[in-house]
């Protein structure tokens, strides 16, 4: 189904390189310093068009497509970790010659931003973990076993077009326009077994606190008030565990925030740049 965000797709169409053999693919737009956003299990660059339009006049806005996701070609390995998806994004990172992006991981994108702060800090100027899902690697097997085979199951039972319309308004606030579910949707139907599986894999078996210790940079945590997927809560816990210079409620939205509250997200965004840019001591514990 069509409508005002997918229609403005064709405005950021998709880019691809050969790296080592594979795949990926990435929208981008504007100029400026570089923001760099990684997107969750069931999305892909598509789902960012409302920051690469808003973002655009102030950042160079680079969305990739995960590994197995979109455009791009899947990882070599179909258990990866998220060492696996930061080795991939530091090629995407060469390869374009970014210079200290600020890196933005939503959902399980958090995670494999995490790993790839933990490697390659040095690089960033911040990271943001947005509604972030931060893994299973702790729990027992059968739970694992159960959070690997959920998703790719549904995508089996349902095809891409009966798991969109079935999950996707779940990823938004319960009020959501239907603009906001049908650019859920749309990711939806673009994604593929063998990828889908992978990252659900990976959110079964990793764990997102094996890598933020490793990471000495400035973090913000972002979620929406209304996300039912990785709810405030937990967001709150791993702000504080993590020592997060700052929390950020974002009112109103659920899981997919980025798409419920977009001019939020972007302020979010702007504010943490400009914390940024004027290096001010670091506010800990999670304040709001």
């Given at each position: 189904m069509a409508s005002v965000l997918t229609d403005k797709l064709s405005q950021f169409p998709l880019q691809t390189l050969q790296l080592n053999g594979r795949?990926?693919?990435?929208?981008?737009?504007?100029?400026?310093?570089?923001?760099?956003?990684?997107?969750?299990?069931?999305?892909?660059?598509?789902?960012?068009?409302?920051?690469?339009?808003?973002?655009?006049?102030?950042?160079?806005?680079?969305?990739?497509?995960?590994?197995?996701?979109?455009?791009?070609?899947?990882?070599?390995?179909?258990?990866?970790?998220?060492?696996?998806?930061?080795?991939?994004?530091?090629?995407?990172?060469q390869a374009l010659e970014l210079q200290s992006p600020l890196l933005v991981g939503h959902s399980l994108g958090a995670l494999q931003a995490?790993?790839?702060?933990?490697?390659?800090?040095?690089?960033?100027a911040?990271?943001?973990?947005?509604?972030?899902?931060?893994?299973?690697?702790?729990?027992?097997?059968?739970?694992?076993?159960d959070v690997f085979r959920k998703r790719p199951a549904l995508l089996e039972a349902l095809g891409p077009e009966g798991l969109a319309r079935e999950r996707?308004?779940?990823?938004?606030?319960?009020?959501?326009?239907?603009?906001?579910?049908a650019l859920v949707a749309d990711g939806m139907r673009r994604l593929g077994?063998?990828?889908?599986?992978?990252?659900?894999?990976?959110?079964?078996?990793?764990d997102i606190g094996r890598y933020l210790p490793d990471y000495r940079g400035s973090v913000w945590v972002l979620c929406g008030d209304e996300d039912r997927i990785t709810p405030p809560e937990s967001a709150m816990a791993l702000a504080q565990h993590c020592g997060a210079a700052r929390y950020v409620a974002l009112s109103g939205a659920g899981h997919a925030s980025y798409i419920d509250a977009p001019a939020a997200f972007a302020a979010a965004i702007d504010d943490y740049a400009q914390v940024l840019l004027q290096g001010p001591a670091v506010i800990t514990?999670?304040?709001q």
């Open positions: 795949r990926l693919a990435y929208r981008e737009a504007g100029e400026g310093p570089v923001l760099l956003l990684l997107h969750g299990i069931s999305s892909g660059s598509g789902s960012w068009v409302c920051q690469l339009e808003a973002l655009s006049d102030r950042f160079r806005v680079i969305a990739w497509d995960a590994p197995g996701y979109g455009g791009s070609d899947a990882l070599d390995t179909d258990t990866p970790t998220a060492l696996d998806y930061a080795a991939a994004l530091l090629e995407l990172v995490a790993a790839f702060a933990s490697l390659h800090g040095e690089r960033l911040g990271l943001v973990l947005a509604d972030p899902a931060q893994g299973y690697g702790q729990a027992d097997a059968a739970t694992q076993q996707a308004p779940a990823l938004l606030a319960a009020d959501a326009s239907d603009d906001k579910v077994l063998a990828g889908f599986s992978a990252a659900s894999w990976l959110l079964a078996h990793d514990g999670g304040e």
